[in-house]
């Protein structure tokens, strides 16, 4: 691994030189005035400033296991998403434990406590702080800049985090890492006793000023400094009063402009433009800013490495630059990363698990992978990282009959979606089994839709796909738990509702007093259509007239016709008023229920079962079954599906799910005793496969 | 950026006392039994010791820009779709231009000569050299080893490769990088003059011997050294006569050995223990071995940072390891990359595209954004990244009349493949379009399905997803041009032929002197049923019976039958012999033509007039159209395709298919003359939307 004999003596006579040149650097460089050199930095080659100080210097700073502390402020729908494309960018490189402190508003926190809750990602741990409580601080600054109170909210930051955090990094939601974290913590060690802020210059003119006509910007030394990653000295700062040194600026500067531009910003940097021994300029290399008429391309041209992109433009990813198909790109590579694969546990680190990965890991060991139906087992035992309302969402006012529909697809259905959007007006909870990348195309394919984007009352939630079987019931479940209504009409979605089924439940529910006085499942009946396009019956009338033609049948007529069968279709034709119907073996029609139903079976995965052992929880709960004389629900063809056909072909599969349909069995009894006992009898009795 | 004031100065002086340890260390330090210090190394802190020789000498060692050169031996579909990943992960960190040097078998030079042509990846140059010339120079060396001989090849690199190259590094094909390669490059500077390879000590007590009763291992210097990852000195290697060393060591052991157990590591191991002086010892972080009794953990517990993992069991990723899971998530990484996110330009050094990228990014950026468009333009210009032969596959044998069943296909159309091959016995072409993500998945849907893996005629080509539109006739005729009989049926995927038809299409095309003396398309009359499941009919009398009973109807009758009008199905049911139809506006029959048959015209992207101007190109280059009598292939439903539901519901996609549909005809004209102008009339007559 060494040079030896004479070469070994020369390279060290060599490296001497360079060390005592680097030591000189170290002794007597560096300009006094700060803004020049932060305005200089765009020119140089901060590369090998930055490699020369921090690889030197990196052992005794970054100890292996350290803990570093990074803060994130972030509201609503669109910034929880781009959150988890920063931390997945930082997970990917990182090799030290992670505490993530993140300032949310209620809709971020509620996504992104779900999300990282079942990511499950070892040594990270994630601290949430409310930022309704911080807005009475800053909310008095009147600001221009797009990201609103938010971006403002990392000047309280010292005294919102807790005491005992002494360093913390902050970072805007729209930067990407692309090195390791750990790096950009150890240059917290460059700075002197006074200096509690480390900042990378701006690296547009627009502080020069002089930009148009009448354009005034904020105080700023040269240049002045990006605060879209900031190194932030907390105990320092606390210690300097903080408040008192950013308040008094800002209040003074505001008596002559009406308003910040750039939120947190433009007070910080009229604060170093007073306080410039506050600052510790850092490599241009940590904040890459790919703004609208960035001079990044200085910094990133020379550098070897970029180690921080900023998307500072408010057209983010569409922004126009020479090279943003390169810097896309390394977006597009997060974007897209497959979140599970960075539950990685960090070697030689003491281990810390997530809240329930041990009882995990320990249940998956336990599974005998010889075992034929150790996919079904290992599936059911799979924690899926789950991103609720994954789209900007307006939830329901509060209306005391109000139904959501819910159900689950993956990729194969999307184009079902504007569809079911024409035929039901009311709010949807969806659940999505996709892919990280699958996700990104969903996004797209829902903003190129007029009728989708125009929807704000339908949820989109998605699971991250693990496994090969289709975990169809926890998909329900997630759906059902975020639907934010009373009732919930449990649909799939290869069913196109009746046109007036949404109206039509409201009114037999409120008609009904369901849920109030009366516990009952309410049945849609359930037909298909052999045909992709065909007119869709306006009316029960025009629905029956179909049917007689032979153009529709009931649902799996042809295949399965006891799923369906209780349901009574000779009945329904002439009924007036909802009728009530028994439970029979395999019947699985599909119901409006109070969203406090019994959650669907999580241990059905892949094909079969999944709903009649929902039919038959809700019939052991004393759930009455009424079918209701003007609603139904049509099914569109479509190819089997990947689990159907593994279903039809595999003697295997089937018997993995009657292992299934047994344990269920066993717990049925386990929870309601004898009177399950009929559950088991049907079971066992005769009939023809599925 | 730099400590100021007295914390600066006692920087420095702290840091000028490392410093001087350091240079101590190189002048005085290391061992020079290097037996001892390899086998001892791996309990150091392998990362300690690289960082400080590595980071300091760094800036003289690899200049930015310098060109890294990168071996490998490469045989077989497997083998090339491993390097796929590996080159995926070095380019994933590289900063550095790249020359791959592939030695491969023809399958290999194949698939790598066709993927790496159109990935086209700025500052990457691929040479290929031809195994078959080197396996004279090694195959007298008896072997046991999994590699076969290839593994071998790497003794004779120095001669093999061009004498201008004076190092490379050389990789087995089951490595993953996890860092910046250049990092690797660097440490040849720390070779003395007398050391001409470098190696990582083998993280495994083979060498040691007693294993096992009677195991004896190759001679080696302590625990010896692996040889997935060498640094080779090829100019010093060539002068001291590298072929005089190896081969002369290799043959006296063998007097005693009967063979290699690990192919060219036992040798090169051999040849150490003789010349210790040549090996210079690397960091036990460039070859993290995941062998099968591996001792790695030693190493990759201590170090910060894994550079290189190197998957050197059989096993292979299903080597059991307590920290499996961890490597396997790297690997995953790379393995289910977007590669085209890695055609990424190095800032900084002189441009060095690709043939051809230049023309293409010229044409690219002269589309305008804005035109409605854009997106099916983008999508003709798009150079897909393409994987021939991603599984391995057994070519037909020459037969004159033998005929290759041709079709595209997409993730969601997987379940048909096990269908098609019960109906189709013959050799298939099919062009997948995919990620890189689903690639993996339909890997393993094929190796699970007992149909598809006993299954060695049929060829799986992968285009790898790109852009929003299905570019289905870029992707026939990549199925089209892999086919290697002198026939082709030119299906689609949602199709089942009748059981008969490959023999009864090998029988028409002798009878009828198809391709010599006659040129001619043969019709296969196409059909379609409404259900997922029915009972195929296994003759024509059969299928006529159940289009009787409505159980069967001609395809797309219902929505489209100009389509297949011309192909006259009132005649077909008469028919005992073939007879000859015309040519009318929109047909697009399913033929049977010879392998040199016009492409497709790869401007139709998405749904529309893709089959249908092929049969204008076969009509206008005076194809006879011959309808089989006994012929059929019959359509199995699904749900309308993400294009065809586009197409219907947006007027801009018609418009944008019109203006494709123009073009088209503009090019026929210009080709054909007046004779193409019955394709322009019939264009223009009135008939029904499709």
Redesign the interface.
């Known amino acids: ?5 004479r ?3 020369l ?2 006579v ?3 030189l ?2 005592l040149l ?2 000189g ?3 007597f ?2 300009d006094p005035e700060y803004g020049l ?1 932060a305005a200089a ?1 765009i020119d140089e080659d901060p590369h ?4 020369l ?1 921090a ?6 700073l970054s100890p ?1 296991c350290e803990l570093l502390q990074v803060a994130i402020v972030c509201a609503g729908y669109n910034s929880s998403r781009e959150v988890v494309t920063l931390v997945k960018s930082v997970l990917f490189y990182r ?1 030290n434990p992670l505490h993530l402190h993140l300032v949310t508003d209620a809709v971020a926190r509620s996504i992104l406590d779900t999300l990282f809750r079942t990511w499950m990602v070892p040594a990270m741990v994630v601290s949430f702080y409310d930022a309704e409580e911080l807005k009475p601080l800053i909310s008095w600054i009147p600001n221009k800049h797009y990201s609103g109170f938010y971006g403002l909210m990392k000047l309280v930051l010292p005294s919102a985090l807790p005491l005992s955090l002494a360093r913390v990094i902050v970072l805007d939601t729209d930067v990407t890492f692309a090195s390791d974290i750990a790096e950009l913590w150890a ?1 917290f ?5 006074e200096q509690v802020i480390g900042l990378v210059e701006n690296q547009s003119n627009w502080y020069l000023g002089n930009l148009w006509k009448n354009h005034r910007p904020w105080p700023a030394l040269g240049r002045g400094f990006n605060t879209g990653v900031i190194l932030l000295r907390l105990d320092q700062l606390r210690q300097a009063g903080w408040e008192q040194m950013w308040k008094p600026t800002a209040k003074r500067e505001l008596l002559t402009l009406s308003a910040t531009s750039l939120a947190d910003q433009d007070i910080l940097n009229a604060v170093i433009k007073e306080h410039p021994e506050l600052v ?4 241009c290399v940590w904040n890459v800013q790919l703004s609208d008429h960035t001079l990044a391309e200085r910094c ?6 970029l180690k921080v992109i900023h998307w500072n433009s408010p057209k983010k990813l569409r922004v126009k630059n020479k ?1 943003a198909e ?1 810097f896309r ?2 977006y ?2 997060f974007l ?3 979140g ?6 960090l ?2 680190c003491p281990s810390q698990l997530p809240p329930g990965a041990e009882q995990l890991q320990q249940a998956l060991a336990q599974l005998d992978e010889e075992d034929p139906c150790f996919e079904f087992q290992q599936q059911q035992l799979t924690m899926y990282r789950v991103h609720i309302t994954f789209l900007p969402h307006q939830p329901p006012p509060p209306r005391p009959h109000d139904v959501t529909l819910v159900a689950q697809l993956s ?6 979606l ?1 569809a079911l959007c024409r035929h039901w007006p009311g709010p949807m909870s969806l659940a999505l089994y996709l ?1 990280d ?1 699958e996700a990104q195309q969903f996004l ?1 394919f829902v903003e190129t839709s007029a009728v989708l984007s125009a929807r704000q009352d339908v949820a989109y939630h998605v699971v991250y796909r693990e496994g ?1 079987l289709y975990p169809i019931n926890q998909l329900r479940n997630v759906a059902l738990a975020q639907a934010l209504t009373p009732y919930v009409f449990l649909s799939d979605i ?1 069913f196109l509702p009746a046109y007036s089924l949404y109206d039509y439940l409201r009114a037999s529910i409120e008609q009904l007093e369901l849920g109030s006085r009366r516990k009952a499942a309410l049945v849609v009946p359930a037909f298909e259509t ?4 065909f007119s869709f019956p306006t009316s029960k009338a025009e629905l029956l007239a179909l049917l007689d033609e032979g153009s529709l049948y009931t649902f799996r007529y ?2 399965w016709p006891r799923g369906h069968m209780p349901t009574d279709y000779a009945r329904w034709r002439q009924a007036r008023a909802p009728y009530r119907v028994q439970w029979a073996a395999d019947y699985e029609p599909y119901v409006v229920v109070p969203h406090d139903c019994p959650r669907y079976d999580p241990r059905f995965v892949g094909f079969g079962w999944n709903k009649v052992a929902h039919i038959i929880e809700l019939d052991a709960q004393e759930y009455e079954l009424l079918v209701l004389p003007e609603a139904f629900t049509i099914h ?7 689990d159907i ?1 593994r279903f039809r ?1 595999s003697p295997t599969y089937r018997d993995c799910l009657q292992a299934l349909k047994e344990g269920f069995h066993q717990d049925l009894s386990r929870h309601y005793g004898a009177s399950a006992l009929k559950y088991l009898t049907a079971l066992q009795q005769p009939r023809s496969p599925a």
């Open positions: 691994m060494l040079p030896r004999g070469p070994r003596a390279g060290a060599a490296l001497l360079v060390l680097l030591v650097f170290f002794l460089g560096g050199r930095s090998r400033n930055h490699n100080s690889s030197v210097l990196q052992l005794p292996k090799k240059l060690a460059h700075f002197s006793d510790q300029p850092l490599p990133y041209l020379e550098a070897a490495d090279h390169f790109n390394l597009l590579t897209g990363y497959d599970r694969l960075l539950r990685r546990e070697f030689g990729m194969d259905r999307l184009q079902m504007e892919t990348a797209h090969s290869d052999l045909h992709y396009r042809h295949e569109l063809p479509h190819a089997p599906s990947l056909s072909s």
